[in-house]
T-cell receptor
Framework: AQKITQTQPGMFVQEKEAVTLDCTYD???????LFWYKQPSSGEMIFLIY????DEQNATEGRYSLNFQKARKSANLVISASQLGDSAMYFC??????????????WGLGTSLAVNP | DAGITQSPRHKVTETGTPVTLRCHQT?????MYWYRQDPGHGLRLIHY???????DKGEVSDGYSVSRSKTEDFLLTLESATSSQTSVYFC????????????FGPGTRLTVL
């Protein structure tokens, strides 16, 4: 079974509007972390935002925020005031268990976002 | 962002030839990773390292080997390249922190003819 599910293969948004990219996860661990990465057409993987399972507040980084709903096991990325440069592939990933040691990340298959002018 | 470089950035090779990809980081990160990225499969972990000379297999390790003789360098070797190994290869590294955030290199596009 998929541990990280990104149900939207492709999304469109109008410039300056907000957009939500969905991510649901499956884990039995109480301690875990959730990540979002951006991959523009140039190919590099850029870390955007992190949410720990014990963090009480939703993470925010500039125009990016993470809508963390623990009971629903969802960690949706919200991009406010979309810009043309936000057009990219977005990946959700999860670390199971506590930070440290040899923890690997589990990756979703990504959502392609296109921002229209 | 971590200083991570990969070389070469692009390579075309023939089936059956050995290929070595290099990842170099300047952050003194203990952990390093090699992934491959293919359409429809997302990122898949090939091998990772948790210290000098300490490595372990990921989910798609067959046909690949790695070595880490220095903290800053992590080498990925395809002993005898096959067309199924045509892919984009990413290296990542992370330090010991509260989040385990991995930082990625720019990627290497490998084509095996």
């Amino acid at each position: 079974a998929q541990k990280i599910t990104q149900t939207q293969p492709g999304m469109f948004v109008q410039e300056k509007e907000a957009v939500t990219l969905d991510c649901t996860y499956d884990t039995s661990d109480q301690s875990y972390g959730l990540f979002w990465y951006k991959q523009p057409s140039s190919g590099e993987m850029i870390f955007l935002i992190y949410q720990g399972s014990y963090d009480e507040q939703n993470a925010t980084e500039g125009r990016y925020s993470l809508n963390f709903q623990k009971a629903r096991k969802s960690a949706n990325l919200v991009i406010s005031a979309s810009q043309l440069g936000d057009s990219a592939m977005y990946f959700c990933a999860m670390r199971e268990g506590n930070a440290g040691n040899n923890r690997k990340l589990i990756w979703g298959l990504g959502t392609s976002l296109a921002v229209n002018p | 962002d971590a200083g991570i470089t990969q070389s070469p950035r692009h390579k075309v090779t023939e089936t059956g030839t050995p290929v070595t990809l290099r990842c170099h980081q300047t952050e003194n990160h203990r952990y390093m990773y090699w992934y491959r990225q293919d359409p429809g499969h997302g990122l898949r972990l090939i091998h990772y390292s948790y210290g000098v000379k300490d490595t372990d297999k990921g989910e798609v390790s067959d046909g690949y080997s790695v070595s880490r003789s220095k903290t800053e360098d992590f080498l990925l070797t395809l002993e005898s390249a096959t067309s199924s190994q045509t892919s984009v290869y990413f290296c990542a590294s992370r330090g010991w922190g509260s989040t385990d955030t991995q930082y990625f290199g720019p990627g290497t596009r490998l084509t095996v003819l």
